[in-house]
């Protein structure tokens, strides 16, 4: 059994930083692991892929966050990060991390079978 869990999400201004954190226990099959977000206006709808690595630790990122957002692992692959500079309002979102065997589509949340309960980022103008 993979269980994730999210912590790091909190309430800045325009500009910070922040970094969130994701502890997997369970790390068998997680080949594949990712940032989702879903913002207030979104409640129902599909979550917005974020940030993803694979195994062999190659990044990718959605084009809003490029440049400014980093996804990296630990050493053991028992923490999954997410390093979040230049923030703007338009980032606030609950962020959920997710992890999966095998994706065709690293970004689509639809692939991912294992998720964490999400962690809220507030960004204030």
């Known amino acids: 059994q993979v269980y994730l869990h999210e912590s790091g999400g909190d309430s800045v201004q325009a500009g910070g930083s922040l970094r969130l954190s994701c502890t997997i226990t369970g790390t068998y099959g997680n080949d594949y692991m990712a940032w989702f977000r879903q913002g207030v206006g979104n409640l129902g709808k599909e979550r917005e892929g974020v940030a993803a690595i694979d195994n062999d630790g190659r990044t990718t990122y959605a084009d809003s966050v490029k440049g400014r957002f980093t996804i990296s692992t630990d050493s053991a692959k028992s923490t999954l990060y997410l390093q979040m500079n230049s923030l703007k309002p338009e980032d606030t979102a609950t962020y959920y991390c997710?992890?999966?065997?095998?994706?065709?589509?690293?970004?689509?949340?639809?692939?991912?079978?294992?998720w964490g309960q999400g962690t809220q980022v507030t960004v204030s103008s």
């Open positions: 997710a992890a999966a065997n095998n994706v065709d589509v690293v970004l689509n949340w639809e692939e991912y079978t294992r």
